[in-house]
């Protein structure tokens, strides 16, 4: 249920996300599922991978989809087919064309968090890695591997650290200079989880950018389904990796726009839904948000189960009958009342059409600081809810 594992294993370390389950928990699913290689696996909150990488190593088909571009390129460079040998190439090509090229302005205006998160040279040099990459006459897989190397080093140089659900400024971060050890560390490491050479049937495993309320799938296309969708905990993804965002794939504006459309587990969110047709609010949710002091949370607690319903609704629709379904969830506190999400996510799940099957506690983690401080410490549950598609 925590991604510590993942930290020592082979291609997830290339880039991890602060909340997420390890392959562990997808393998054991798989094997209690009898999943076979003729199966196919759903990840409709892909995050850095974790479902898609598990599954090519059962060597078991799986798409996966997530509404941001960071997490689809984390996801689609883990799961390549890259070649030992020829990554070795053309890392000594990049390193050769860096060591000849002097550092020059800017080769495009940043956002001003960008900017101020990265001072004193940092990100001109980071500018400079990115754009040798991409001047590269090279595959997109090829490119895209460096380009995730250099995200990953992006938070070792900044002044914006993540700090729960937001960043926080420091005067921490390594300076400009040892930025180029950095790069040379983080694709060191990633060259060494290669084979020599490449792996067959590459198509088998892939990542896109999609909605999870409305996935580009086709009907009873899926045989099981492995996820978490984000905590209702205020976590705001656009803004903890909102330094690598604007880097690499948004202006400003774009960042707002992925902030406001993604699932509504924290208050800024305020996307545009499908129509929710079937949907009832779980009975107890009621009890809590009329506990809730501020409006956004409110709403926030309300918009999430209205979300979930919606994912669930459309993994009924992907999967075949019979299908199995496991969601990761995580029981939070709000003005001291718990809000029991596995139990809320069964409920809307059974709305959606599926069959739940059980609610698996596996573990007790601790409330937030500002609960513990005004209602003291109480744990919640992480869970896995598991469906059944009938």
Same mark, same amino acid.
């Given at each position: 249920?925590?991604?510590?594992?993942?930290?020592?294993?082979?291609? #997830?370390?290339?880039?991890?996300?602060?909340?997420?389950?390890?392959?562990?928990?997808?393998?054991?699913?798989?094997?209690?599922?009898? *999943?076979?290689?003729?199966?196919?696996?759903?990840?409709?909150?892909?995050?850095?991978?974790?479902?898609?990488?598990?599954?090519?190593?059962? =060597?078991?088909?799986?798409?996966?989809?997530?509404?941001?571009?960071?997490?689809?390129?984390?996801?689609?460079?883990?799961?390549?087919?890259?070649?030992?040998?020829?990554?070795?190439?053309?890392?000594?090509?990049?390193?050769?064309?860096?060591?000849?090229?002097?550092?020059?302005?800017?080769?495009? @205006?940043?956002?001003?968090?960008?900017?101020?998160?990265?001072?004193?040279?940092? *990100?001109?040099?980071?500018?400079?890695?990115?754009?040798?990459?991409?001047?590269?006459?090279?595959?997109?897989?090829?490119?895209?591997?460096?380009?995730?190397?250099?995200?990953?080093?992006?938070?070792?140089?900044?002044?914006?650290?993540?700090?729960?659900?937001?960043?926080?400024?420091?005067?921490?971060?390594?300076?400009?200079?040892?930025?180029?050890?950095?790069?040379?560390?983080?694709?060191?490491?990633?060259?060494?989880?290669?084979?020599?050479?490449?792996?067959?049937?590459?198509?088998?495993?892939?990542?896109?950018?999609?909605?999870? @309320?409305?996935?580009?799938?086709?009907? =009873?296309?899926?045989?099981?389904?492995?996820?978490?969708?984000? /905590?209702?905990?205020? #976590?705001?993804?656009?803004?903890?990796? =909102?330094?690598?965002?604007?880097?690499?794939?948004?202006?400003?504006?774009?960042?707002?726009?992925?902030?406001?459309?993604?699932?509504?587990? #924290?208050?800024?969110?305020?996307?545009?839904?499908?129509?929710?047709?079937?949907?009832?609010?779980?009975? @107890?949710?009621?009890?809590?948000?009329?506990?809730?002091?501020?409006?956004?949370?409110?709403?926030?607690?309300?918009? /999430?189960?209205?979300?979930?319903?919606?994912?669930?609704?459309?993994?009924?629709?992907?999967?075949?009958?019979?299908? @199995?379904?496991?969601?990761?969830?995580?029981?939070?506190?709000?003005? =001291?009342?718990?809000?029991?999400?596995?139990?809320?996510?069964?409920?809307?799940?059974?709305?959606?059409?599926?069959?739940?099957?059980?609610?698996?506690?596996?573990?007790?983690?601790?409330?937030?600081?500002?609960?513990?401080?005004?209602?003291?410490?109480?744990?919640?549950?992480?869970?896995?809810?598991?469906?059944?598609?009938?």
């Amino acid at each position: 249920m925590t991604p510590r594992a993942a930290k020592h294993s082979e291609r #997830h370390r290339w880039f991890l996300f602060p909340h997420s389950f390890s392959g562990a928990l997808v393998e054991a699913l798989a094997e209690e599922w009898n *999943l076979k290689q003729d199966d196919k696996i759903l990840d409709p909150f892909a995050g850095s991978g974790t479902t898609l990488l598990s599954a090519k190593t059962l =060597g078991i088909p799986c798409d996966g989809f997530d509404i941001s571009p960071l997490s689809v390129l984390a996801c689609n460079s883990k799961v390549r087919p890259y070649s030992k040998r020829v990554m070795e190439a053309r890392w000594k090509v990049l390193t050769e064309f860096l060591e000849e090229r002097p550092s020059t302005a800017l080769h495009r @205006r940043y956002p001003e968090l960008v900017r101020n998160a990265l001072p004193d040279g940092r *990100l001109e040099i980071l500018d400079l890695l990115w754009a040798a990459v991409k001047s590269m006459d090279w595959p997109d897989a090829q490119r895209e591997f460096f380009e995730l190397a250099i995200l990953a080093i992006v938070p070792r140089l900044s002044h914006a650290v993540a700090n729960g659900g937001w960043l926080r400024w420091t005067n921490q971060g390594m300076n400009a200079k040892r930025a180029a050890d950095l790069l040379r560390e983080q694709v060191s490491v990633m060259l060494s989880d290669l084979n020599e050479e490449p792996e067959p049937q590459q198509d088998r495993w892939s990542a896109s950018v999609a909605d999870a @309320r409305s996935l580009p799938a086709t009907d =009873g296309e899926y045989t099981a389904v492995i996820s978490s969708p984000p /905590y209702p905990n205020r #976590h705001d993804y656009t803004r903890i990796f =909102g330094v690598e965002l604007m880097f690499a794939f948004q202006n400003w504006h774009e960042n707002r726009a992925l902030r406001y459309q993604s699932f509504h587990s #924290h208050p800024e969110a305020r996307p545009n839904r499908t129509a929710a047709n079937g949907y009832q609010p779980p009975e @107890r949710l009621a009890e809590i948000v009329a506990k809730c002091a501020e409006v956004r949370v409110r709403r926030m607690l309300e918009g /999430y189960f209205l979300d979930m319903y919606l994912s669930l609704r459309e993994v009924v629709r992907v999967c075949r009958d019979g299908g @199995r379904v496991a969601y990761v969830v995580g029981n939070a506190r709000y003005y =001291g009342a718990d809000l029991l999400v596995d139990e809320f996510t069964a409920e809307v799940g059974e709305q959606a059409g599926l069959r739940c099957d059980e609610i698996r506690a596996v573990r007790w983690r601790g409330n937030s600081a500002q609960q513990m401080g005004k209602y003291g410490r109480r744990a919640s549950r992480e869970s896995i809810v598991i469906f059944t598609r009938p």
